[in-house]
C-alpha cells in the first residue's frame, strides 16, 4: 500500500447534520446554565466590579445563545434540504474552500479627550467599563474588561482572539461596549431612589416607601443596580472581512453610536487599529501527499527517480523518504503551485500503464516543465483533484497565500477573580514593551506625596530612620570569626 494522505472536502454523509444538531443543542444547554449561575451570582453581588463583570459574561451568554439558536435553524434547514446525492466528477463539482483560522489581536482604540480633561484633570475623573464581542456566524467571543478615564489615550486589549473554523467569506463583527462605572450610580440605586421618593411626595407616603425599600434593600440592590444602572451600551462596531487581513497593524473605521449626552459616550476618534491575520488550512496542512516518480534528462537519457511529494502552501515539496521531513531535511525538488502554474495529464488512455502529467511554471518568460508520474490511474486521478482543489483554495483566500501569516499566542496570565485591568495609557507608561505594567510616573509621585504628607514638594522631608539591621553595617561594630576545632581520635 502506498503511503498517501488526502485532506479537502468529501461528501457529507447523511448523519453528518444531526450530529452537528445535537452538538449545538448541548453548547446551549451548557449557556444556559451558565446564564443561570451568572444570575445567581449577580443577585449577591455587592461590589461594583463583581457586578460589571457578571453583566458583562451575562451578555456573553446571551449573545452565544442567539448565536447557536441561529445555525441550529441553518441546520435544519440544511437536514431538510438534503438530497444525499454525492458528485465524484472533480472537474465539475462545486468545490468548498478550505476553512482557516483568523486572529484578532493588539486592538488599539485612540480617545480624543480635550486637552483641559485630559492635562488639567485634578480630580478622579469618570470612569468607564469597556469591553469587545467579536461575532463570527455560530462563534462569540470577548476581551478583558479594561477601565478608562480621561487620563488614558489609548482603549487597549492585549487578548488573542482565533477562530478556528474560518472560511474565506468569514464576516467578524466587533462590537465594543461601555458602561459608566461612577459608584453612586452602580451600587446605590435603590437608597437614592427611596430619598427621592422621601422628599418628592407626601410625608406619610414617602416614609411608608422608604421603609419597604429599606427592608429589601439588602436583598435586592445589587439585583435592581445591576438591572438599571451596570448596563452597558454598544459604543461603536465595525466588520472585519478577508480583505482587511493583513501581517501587520492596519486602521479600520468605526461606527459610534451614541451622543455627549449618552452616560456610555466616549471621545472615540472613529478609527480601530489592530492586527488581523488569516491562516488558510491549505497554508499549513498537507493538502496531499504520497510517492511521484519524477522524470530527469541526464546526459541526453530519461530516468525516474522515486519521490515523496507533498502538496502544502503553493508548493510541491519532494522527498526520497517521508522520515525526511520529520528530520527537517531539505527538500531534493520544490516546485511552486500558484495561479500561474499549468497541470497537464498526459496520458489519458487507461490502456497505458504509465500515468504521467506535466507541472508548468512561467519562469523569466520561460515555460519550466516537470513531469511526474503516478503509479497508477486512481493515484493520478488524486492528484489531480488535489491540484484542483489547491488551485480553488488559492483563489478564495488570495493574498493571505502569497505568504504564511503568524499568529502570536501570548502565554495566559490569569488575573484573580473578579480583578478589574487597568488600561495602559501611552503618556504614563513607564515601559511600553514591557509585558509587565509598571506603576505610572504620576502614580509614583502621588504615592511619594502622600508618605511624606506633602512634603516631597517642597523638598523637606525627614529622612526615614534606617532598618535595624543596618546597624551592622556602620562600622562601629566588630566581626569576630572563630575558627572550629577539629576533634581527633587516638
Not at 478608562?148 to 489615550?153: A, E, F, L, P, S
Not at 440592590?221 to 465595525?238: G, M, R, V, W
Not at 478577508?242 to 461606527?255: G, K, Q
Amino acid at each position: 500500500m502506498e503511503r498517501q494522505t488526502l485532506r479537502g472536502p468529501e461528501c457529507r454523509t447523511a448523519g453528518l447534520p444531526a450530529q452537528q444538531d445535537c452538538s449545538i443543542q448541548e453548547k446551549i444547554n451548557l449557556e444556559t446554565r451558565i446564564r443561570d449561575g451568572v444570575w445567581k451570582l449577580l443577585s449577591l453581588s455587592t461590589q461594583k466590579d463583581q457586578i460589571l463583570h457578571a453583566v458583562k459574561n451575562l451578555m456573553l451568554c446571551n449573545a452565544r445563545i442567539m448565536a447557536y439558536t441561529l445555525e441550529l435553524q441553518k441546520l435544519e434547514e440544511q437536514i431538510a434540504n438534503q438530497t444525499g446525492r454525492c458528485d465524484t466528477n472533480f472537474e465539475s463539482k462545486a468545490r468548498t474552500a478550505c476553512k482557516g483560522k483568523i486572529a484578532i489581536s493588539d486592538i488599539r482604540i485612540p480617545l480624543m479627550w480635550k486637552d483641559s480633561d485630559h492635562f488639567s484633570n485634578k480630580e478622579r475623573s469618570q470612569r468607564y467599563a469597556i469591553f469587545c464581542l467579536f461575532k463570527m456566524g455560530a462563534e462569540v467571543f470577548d476581551t478583558d474588561m479594561v477601565i478608562v478615564d480621561k487620563t488614558i489615550t489609548d482603549i487597549c486589549f492585549e487578548n488573542v482572539t482565533i477562530f478556528n473554523e474560518a472560511g474565506p467569506d468569514f464576516q467578524i463583527k466587533v462590537e465594543i461596549y461601555s458602561c459608566c462605572t461612577e459608584e453612586s450610580s452602580i451600587t446605590n440605586t435603590p437608597k437614592k431612589l427611596a430619598k427621592k421618593l422621601k422628599t418628592s411626595i407626601s410625608k406619610a407616603t414617602g416614609k411608608k416607601v422608604n421603609s419597604v425599600l429599606q427592608e429589601d434593600d439588602e436583598t435586592c440592590s445589587s439585583f435592581s443596580s445591576a438591572i438599571f444602572d451596570a448596563k452597558y451600551n454598544l459604543l461603536a462596531h465595525t466588520t472585519l472581512s478577508l480583505e482587511s487581513a493583513e501581517d501587520s497593524f492596519r486602521t479600520h473605521n468605526l461606527s459610534i453610536n451614541g451622543n455627549e449626552e449618552s452616560s456610555f459616550w466616549l471621545p472615540l476618534y472613529g478609527n480601530m487599529c489592530c492586527r488581523l491575520v488569516a491562516q488558510p488550512a491549505c497554508m499549513v496542512e498537507d493538502v496531499f501527499a504520497g510517492f511521484l516518480n519524477q522524470q530527469q534528462m541526464i546526459e541526453g537519457l530519461i530516468s525516474w527517480r522515486r519521490l515523496y511529494c507533498v502538496l502544502r502552501g503553493g508548493k510541491l515539496s519532494c522527498f526520497y523518504t517521508p522520515e525526511e521531513i520529520e528530520a527537517k531535511v531539505e527538500p531534493a525538488l520544490v516546485v511552486s503551485i500558484n495561479k500561474e502554474t499549468r497541470i497537464r495529464a498526459m496520458d489519458k488512455d487507461k490502456k497505458k500503464t504509465i500515468h504521467n502529467f506535466s507541472v508548468i511554471n512561467p519562469v523569466a518568460g520561460q515555460a519550466i516543465t516537470h513531469i511526474f508520474a503516478a503509479e497508477n490511474r486512481e493515484d493520478l486521478q488524486k492528484w489531480m483533484e488535489a491540484f484542483w482543489q489547491h488551485f480553488f483554495d488559492l483563489s478564495q483566500w488570495k493574498h493571505c497565500c502569497e505568504e504564511l501569516m503568524k499568529i502570536e499566542i501570548m502565554s495566559p496570565r490569569k488575573p484573580p477573580l473578579f480583578l478589574t485591568k487597568e488600561a495602559t495609557s501611552v503618556y504614563h507608561d513607564m515601559s511600553i514593551d514591557s509585558p509587565i505594567k509598571f506603576k505610572s510616573l504620576t502614580d509614583l509621585i502621588q504615592q511619594k506625596i502622600e508618605e511624606t504628607n506633602g512634603e516631597f514638594l517642597i523638598g523637606q522631608h525627614k529622612e526615614s530612620s534606617p532598618p535595624p539591621w543596618a546597624t551592622f553595617f556602620d562600622g562601629n561594630h566588630q566581626v569576630v570569626q572563630k575558627k572550629a576545632e577539629r576533634c581527633t581520635s587516638d
